[in-house]
Nanobody, 114 residues
Framework: QVQLVESGGNLVQPGGSLRLSCAASGSMFSFVAMGWYREAPGKQRELVAG???????NYIDSVKGRFTISRDNAKNTMYLQMDSLKPEDTAVYYC????????WGQGTQVTVSA
């Protein structure tokens, strides 16, 4: 079964940057659309950015221009470069397929605060 391990979260000041990584096992990684999700306190989990198997990205409006999703299929790894971070970006960030979902990993905490 596929395993997903997120890393790279941290406490940063507003305007700062972080680079998240998602290490995925399984032979199907290179052939499926993947996404970064986040769950903020008191809010529903949402898809923040998605990327097709070949690497075409899509973003929700609130992160467009600030976040960059990418993937290295040879390494079974996906990334999320986050710049100009805002307090409202504070959440636990997860990676997974767009649909259907595999089992969720533990996520990585991103906290944006002064």
């Amino acid at each position: 079964q596929v395993q997903l391990v997120e890393s790279g979260g941290n406490l940063v000041q507003p305007g700062g940057s972080l680079r998240l990584s998602c290490a995925a096992s399984g032979s199907m990684f290179s052939f499926v659309a993947m996404g970064w999700y986040r769950e903020a306190p008191g809010k529903q989990r949402e898809l923040v950015a998605g990327i097709s198997a070949p690497g075409t990205p899509n973003y929700i409006d609130s992160v467009k221009g600030r976040f960059t999703i990418s993937r290295d299929n040879a390494k079974n790894t996906m990334y999320l470069q986050m710049d100009s971070l805002k307090p409202e970006d504070t959440a636990v960030y997860y990676c997974n397929k767009v649909r259907p979902w595999d089992y969720w990993g533990q996520g990585t905490q991103v906290t944006v605060s002064a």
